[in-house]
């Protein structure tokens, strides 16, 4: 895990515990003796990609500081059903408490993860790179973007703040590319900033407009036909990367790649996905 995401992995774990616990997990309370000590284990019960383990190990450490982890499978490896990810031994009531949050933050990791190496494959042997987006649950992007690194795409901007990205909206309300640019330009020198700047375009003239303006990394072409992306492509290459975005589905992702772009950006990543199936699961202590 990257060390800039752990302060938003914490929290979210927090806020898992806080929605799933509140004052009491009263059904084990009740019903398990405080000190009682047991065993479960992961149950892969779906093909694809596993994601989460590294996260599972963390809310369980959070539940009961003591436990103890056998991990069998890594993170951004391929399973089938039967496959054991990991065995957990610890606090019987902790173990109870944490099965449903690691359940939730992996069966969709790993779903993200699996649909990502969809996509990924889909490219292979091409210098094109597969994105995710900002279209992700909201307070678990962190998770979400650490998916698609495992199941082997890349990772656009985390959020608004650690690059500069010119969409339609923001370049309508300024004027226009020219000025949008010259005013961001502006903005960083102002505030003492260096951060990748990349402006998305909607035809072949507004890429003429970024050239003008000048100072951009890369080139989004929003809904760009297959012809129209290979004109971009020929007028863009070696002066800025250039990202394919809108539209683009696992049928036409090859193609795209194809025509010479250096990223293809899929919002299905991460807002269209089925989670992948597993179970946790008693076994016996040993």
Do not use: C, W
């Not at 019987?92 to 939730?104: G, T």
């Not at 992996?106 to 494959?121: D, E």
Request: no cysteine.
């Amino acid at each position: 895990m990257k060390k800039e995401y752990l302060p938003y992995v914490e929290e979210l774990i927090e806020l898992a515990i806080k929605e799933d616990i509140g004052d009491g997990d009263h059904t084990s309370l009740a019903s398990i003796p405080a000190g009682e000590r047991g065993r479960m284990k992961l149950l892969v019960k779906q093909e694809g990609i596993i994601a989460g383990i590294e996260i599972a190990q963390m809310v369980m450490r959070r539940l009961d500081p003591e436990v103890k982890f056998e991990q069998i499978i890594n993170d951004g490896e391929m399973v089938k059903p039967g496959d054991i990810a990991f065995y957990v031994e610890g606090r019987v009531i902790s173990l109870l408490q944490a099965e449903r949050i690691v359940l939730n933050i992996m069966q969709r990791m790993s779903g993200v993860a699996t649909q990502t190496a969809v996509y990924v494959k889909e490219l292979d042997g091409l210098k094109a790179k597969v994105l995710d987006t900002r279209k992700t649950t909201p307070g678990m992007r962190v998770l979400d973007k650490m998916a698609v690194k495992l199941g082997g795409g890349e990772n656009h901007r985390i959020g608004l703040f650690d690059m500069i990205l010119l969409k339609d909206n923001h370049i309508d309300f300024a004027g226009g590319i020219v000025p949008a640019v010259n005013k961001v330009r502006e903005y960083l020198k102002a505030k003492g900033k260096e951060l990748p700047i990349e402006v998305e375009v909607r035809s072949l003239k507004d890429i003429d407009s970024v050239f003008e303006a000048g100072g951009v990394d890369r080139i989004m072409l929003d809904n760009f036909s297959l012809p129209l992306t290979r004109e971009a492509v020929r007028r863009i290459a070696g002066r800025a990367e250039i990202e394919s975005s809108g539209g683009i589905t696992l049928d036409t992702l090859r193609e795209y790649g194809e025509a010479g772009v250096d990223f293809v950006s899929v919002g299905a990543l991460t807002h269209q996905i089925k989670s992948l199936d597993m179970s946790l699961k008693a076994v016996e202590l040993v």
